[in-house]
C-alpha cells in the first residue's frame, strides 16, 4: 500500500488552509498548493537537467528543473528544497539562493513556488529510480529543445525558463 503524501493547502495569499492527500490534489486538478524548484549551474553556466525516469507518475521521460519537489505539509519552502536537493542528486551543506516566487496566476503554473539557485561544481548521486539520466545544457541548447517540442518538458519548466530569461538570471 502506497503511503499517503499530505500536501499543505493554502489560499490565494499563500496562507496554509488545510491539507489533503496529493493524489486527491492532482485527481481534481487543484492548484493551490506549494512546489519548489531548483536550477543548479555548474561555474562554466552549464544548467543541470534531468531527464524524469519513465516509471513516473506524471511527466514520465520529461526534462526537467535541476531538482523540483512537493512541500510537504507542515513545511517550509525552504525545508522542501534542501529535502528534495538531497533527496534527488546528493547534495547537501550548500546554500540556496531563492531567486522567484510565483502564484499560479503569475505565469500560469500549477502550483504556489519558489525557485532556487545553487552554483554546483560537485559530484552527482543522483535517484536512479527517479531520474533516468542527468544533462549538463547551456541556455541556447535548452531554449532549441523547448523551440522543437515544448512537451518535452515537464509542464511548467518552460514557463519557468522564459522568466529565467526574460529577467537574465540564465
Known amino acids: 500500500m502506497e503511503e499517503i503524501e499530505y ?3 493554502v489560499d490565494e495569499d499563500d496562507n496554509v488552509i488545510g491539507k489533503e492527500d496529493r493524489n486527491v490534489i492532482y485527481k481534481n486538478n487543484w492548484n493551490n498548493f506549494r512546489v519548489i524548484n531548483i536550477m543548479i549551474f555548474t561555474s562554466d553556466n552549464k544548467i543541470i537537467v534531468p531527464k524524469r525516469s519513465s516509471n513516473r507518475r506524471v511527466f ?30 546528493g547534495i547537501t551543506n550548500v546554500k540556496l539562493q531563492e531567486i522567484g516566487y510565483f502564484k499560479p496566476s503569475d ?4 502550483a ?7 552554483v554546483y561544481d560537485g559530484k552527482l548521486n543522483y ?30 519548466y518552460p514557463k ?11
Open 127 to 156: 535517484d536512479k529510480d527517479g531520474i533516468q539520466e542527468i544533462f549538463y545544457m547551456d541556455k541556447n541548447e535548452i531554449q532549441e529543445l523547448i523551440n522543437k517540442d515544448p512537451l518535452q518538458f515537464k509542464g511548467d
Open 60 to 89: 514520465p521521460n520529461c526534462y526537467d528543473c535541476s531538482v523540483g519537489g512537493h512541500v510537504s505539509s507542515g513545511e517550509t519552502y525552504e525545508q522542501a528544497a534542501y529535502r528534495e536537493l538531497e533527496e534527488e542528486l
Open 160 to 170: 519557468f525558463f522564459k522568466w529565467l530569461d526574460e529577467n537574465k538570471i540564465i
Open 7 to 9: 500536501l499543505d493547502l
Open 107 to 110: 505565469i500560469n503554473t500549477s
Open 112 to 118: 504556489f513556488s519558489k525557485m532556487y539557485k545553487l
